[in-house]
């Protein structure tokens, strides 16, 4: 165990499974399964099955068969290939397209490059807690719809999508339904021979696998296709070019096996600490929990205090390790817009503070976690008293 700072920051990555690390090492170096899965010799052939067995161990995770499964980078390549693939696919169908203001900007992105691109971009709005209204996506959908993408768990806040009826509305209307489900593949039950789900992106490290290998599945249902958006060999149906990584791979198969047989003590985990983390600093004066307080994803605690500017905040939690406004926008300093889009202020989302739990995490990293927490707001407040 790393004793240098407590890790409470589950939702931008996970520390890998050892005995994920086990399956990665078994296929680097000259004794392993190194070779190139295309390759036809008898080492590339070991590969292969490599490739293969994996591929069936996150079809049975998702509930599908291997064959729609395609390998990628991760869920940012899968958002890009599913969306830009599927809006260049059905381009002369048609060119509307929905998603949502709270999306990763994986997602996000790409639609803005489709508008720029010239298609048209409907974005639906939340309510203050981030879910989606049914009928405001059915009231965006139109005759040249092609595509609608929400994402199944929201990153920064926990919020959770209905993806089967929005699934459900999408088949009734014929417009193909994409989820970012990277927050959720390998926590929450997904059962895509059951679920109206067209296409769905996961990446391996939110679960326990190594960063930089992901997943894209592809429905077998007409019209649900998508172009490549990059070219070189034919590998993954010539749908996604480059050699692939076969210790990756193994290390994402053996992280959807353990998700699969461990998926219910992992819920109860996080729920145990999540409830914990609450129940330790709900009593903070001025507190807001931005997301859903109920019925969201229990992984993942996302709190504010609107007096309280969040970089100074972050700096007083050391060595605890969470999340602020947003991962993805720490650097920039831009308060996040996933929380601005749920209605919060510039200064509430500021001293935003995501913490997010895992395998990994004990009811110990909670409870110092909730005295870093409570002396930095107390820290906080001494330096620059509002009042
Ligand atoms: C982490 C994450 C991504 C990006 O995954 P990468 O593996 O970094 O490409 C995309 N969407 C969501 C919701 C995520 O949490």
């Known amino acids: 165990m790393n004793r240098d700072f407590v890790y409470l920051d589950y939702a931008a990555t996970t520390p890998a499974d050892p005995r994920v690390i086990d399956a990665m090492q078994s296929c680097m170096g000259a004794g392993g399964t190194f070779a190139n899965p295309a390759s036809v010799h008898i080492a590339g052939r070991k590969s292969a099955a490599i490739v293969a067995d994996a591929r069936q161990k ?7 068969e291997p064959g729609r499964l395609i390998w990628t980078s991760g869920a940012t390549e899968s958002n890009n290939l599913a969306i830009r693939g599927a809006a260049m696919a059905r381009a002369n169908r048609g060119k509307h397209l929905i998603s949502m203001p709270t999306e990763h900007k994986a997602v996000a992105d790409t639609f803005r490059a489709l508008a720029r691109e010239g298609f048209d971009v409907t974005w639906v709005r939340p309510d203050e807690y981030g879910v989606l209204d049914i009928d405001e996506l059915a009231a965006a959908i139109r005759e040249d719809t092609q595509l609608v993408s929400v994402m199944h768990v929201n990153n920064e806040t926990g919020a959770i999508q209905d993806i089967r009826a929005i699934g459900d509305l999408c088949r009734a209307r014929d417009v193909l339904f994409h989820t970012d489900a990277a927050q959720s593949a390998g926590k929450l039950e997904l059962d895509l021979n059951d679920l109206p789900v067209d296409l769905l992106s996961l990446t391996g490290h939110k679960f326990y696998g190594p960063q930089g290998v992901g997943v894209l599945y592809i429905a077998d249902r007409p019209h649900c296709n998508v172009l490549p958006i990059m070219f070189g060999g034919g590998q993954e149906k010539r749908i996604r070019p480059g050699t692939l990584p076969a210790h990756l791979i193994a290390g994402l198969g053996t992280a959807a096996t353990l998700a699969f047989a461990e998926h219910d003590q992992d819920l109860r985990h996080v729920s145990a ?94 409870d110092i976690a909730i005295e870093r927490y409570r002396f930095a707001v107390d820290h906080c407040r001494s330096i620059s008293p509002v009042s």
């Open 58 to 64: 996150v079809a049975t995770l998702l509930g599908t």
């Open 273 to 366: 600490l999540g409830n914990r983390m609450w129940a330790g600093i709900a009593d903070i004066e001025g507190l807001q929990r931005n997301g859903p307080a109920e019925g969201g994803y229990p992984g993942i605690l996302n709190v504010g205090i609107a007096d309280i500017e969040g970089e100074s905040l972050m700096l007083a939690m050391e060595p605890v390790c969470v999340a602020s406004g947003s991962a993805c926008n720490s650097t920039s300093g831009e308060p996040s817009y996933v929380l601005r889009a749920l209605g919060r202020s510039d200064m509430e989302a500021q001293s935003a503070v995501r913490f997010s739990f895992g395998r990994m995490a004990s009811e110990g990293d909670i």
